[in-house]
């Protein structure tokens, strides 16, 4: 879809601003002017953003991390294409799923600034990560270097590839606020041995919200033989990067979290020349082993959710990737700015604004993190999720592009008074 068509279909739906701006279009064309560091404190502005979703007003939602809901210009064109697709039926089935698909695809290659050859859609990150994991060859007494804080599924994967291969699992600690990027390298390069087959490790760390040094961890690892794998299931669609920057071998991510698509879209990366490597989880027999569509034979699937990705890259499109990441870490900066100093609170995320977007992490000396999410809900209607292990003993706090500055206002009350007591 064309941006002219989308911003269209937003005046239509009626997601129109104030009485000074006729439309969204209008309110999108009146700051193409302005830098988006400029932008991201410009509460008027995403006020009018705010419109465009439907928000229950049950409780303030600081949990996006897990599932960011779609505004409502995705929504309709989503449940539009279930509508089209039952009413075409194996029509559309036969004739025109697998080009779409082909064609969505392709959209995602071009956000990621890498090749239509190296990117298929999944359903989920966890999908996309342990096709790659149980996809490997492996040998009894391969090593494999992970992150106790990267994702619960992702390090099952990696148990059942011990029990089922005999593959040993090295597992490090990373630090919640590291003093440089050599620091982080040199923890996973302290592990590598010549049995090491693959190394995995988290664009931005789910927990806490830290970016990691990717790129350098990839260099340090292929320089010693070991391909790499990057959970980026919060990273895409959240700040901006380019896949062939990072020099990774295999990538994955969900869709359904920054990118704001409908559930159940993920992401497969496969830089060139890896695909062969891997072994497919479904028999493909009509494909090369070079073609990474061999790993994505998933059967009939939801086809409606596929083209609801393109609504989904449309609407990031139209904001805009720069003035999103802008906005989601000024959110992120304002509310931990506030509650660092204070004694008894805890941020677990690093105060770099390079290490981190629109993820964090706070907890409350004493308080156990679960009592924590709890009170944040009774008392001050936040919801969040608890995390409490791996070195991470807090509540994630992962705002949207709908957040306001009021709204952290009362997370920043909220650990004020806790940490009192």
Known sequence: MKKRTFLKNLVALGVTASPGINSFAQLLSGVEHIPPTQLASDEDFWAKIRAGYKLKPDYINLENGFYCFVPQETLENFIQHVRDVNFQGSWYMRNHRKK??????ARLAALG???????????NATESLDMVITGI???????????EQDYGAMLNQFKLAARRYGVVNKVVSVPNHPQSDEEIVDLYAQVITPKTRLLMVSHIINITGQILPVRKIC???????????VDGAHAFGHFQFNLPDLDCDYYGSSLHKWLSTPLGAGLLYVKKGNAEKIWPL???????????HGLNHVGTHPAHTDLAINDAIDYHNAIGGARKEERLRYLQTYWTSKVRDIPGVIVNTPEDPARYCGIGNVGIAGMKPADFAKTLMD?????????DGSNVHGCRISPNLYTTLDELDVLVKACTELAKG
């Open 100 to 105: 779409d698909k082909d064609a969505t695809a």
């Open 282 to 292: 479904l028999a493909e027999g009509s494909r090369a082993h070079t073609d990474i």
């Open 137 to 147: 060859d492996w040998k009894e007494g391969d090593e494999a270097v992970m992150a």
């Open 379 to 387: 008392r001050y209607k936040i919801f969040t999720v608890a995390i």
């Open 113 to 123: 600034g890498c090749s239509p050859e190296e990117v298929v859609i999944t359903r």
């Open 219 to 229: 260099d340090m690892a292929h320089s010693k033989g070991v391909s790499v794998l």
